[in-house]
């Protein structure tokens, strides 16, 4: 009789297992998930940072046509700071041209006092970027991750 009550046992270990297993899977997969999501917020903050540096560090080219006008500069600048995106954003974020990340350069104060090439104001870069969670599988929605950066414009471009 003892022999019988082992052998009803003997899959008691298995039926556990089962009955765990998708909540283990699922926080597994949850972790993974965040990790990316993690990883993504990463990338697009040094990418902030670097694009922000390269547009406070942004010379003009002097021309022989004189001063160059504010959205002249400004056109240049902002050149130069989509290609620092481009060139140092995470091989996650799966996009084919900067817009995508929808990147938004403002400049404090707006309109320049006293010169057009606008140094000592404050250029802030934001980058927002529409993340599908759980890689699209499970109908699970999109997130907007965002990261900004703000640095203040150097002297140049004489």
């Known amino acids: 009789m003892i022999r019988c009550r082992r ?8 039926v556990e297992f089962a009955l765990i297993a998708p909540l283990l899977f699922a926080l597994m997969f949850v972790l993974v998930e965040l990790g990316i999501v993690f990883s993504v917020y990463i990338g697009l903050t040094n990418s902030a940072r670097e694009a922000a540096r390269a547009g ?3 010379q003009y080219a002097s021309s022989s046509s004189g ?5 002249t500069v400004d056109a240049g600048r902002s050149a130069v700071m989509n290609s620092a995106i481009m060139d140092t954003l995470n091989p996650i974020v799966d996009i084919s041209s900067v817009s995508e990340l929808t990147p938004t350069y403002i400049y404090d104060p ?10 000592g104001d404050k250029l802030t870069v934001t980058l927002s ?3 599908a969670l759980f890689f699209n599988f ?9 990261a ?3 640095m203040r414009l150097e002297p140049g471009g004489f």
Do not use: D, W
């Open 138 to 146: 499970f109908n699970a929605g999109t997130i907007t991750i965002q």
């Open 7 to 14: 052998s009803l046992r003997h899959g008691q270990s298995l």
């Open 56 to 58: 406070v560090a942004y």
């Open 67 to 71: 001063t160059p006008s504010t959205a």
């Open 129 to 131: 970027y529409p993340h």
């Open 110 to 119: 707006a309109t320049p006092t006293n010169n057009n090439y606008r140094y």
């Open 148 to 150: 900004s950066s703000e």
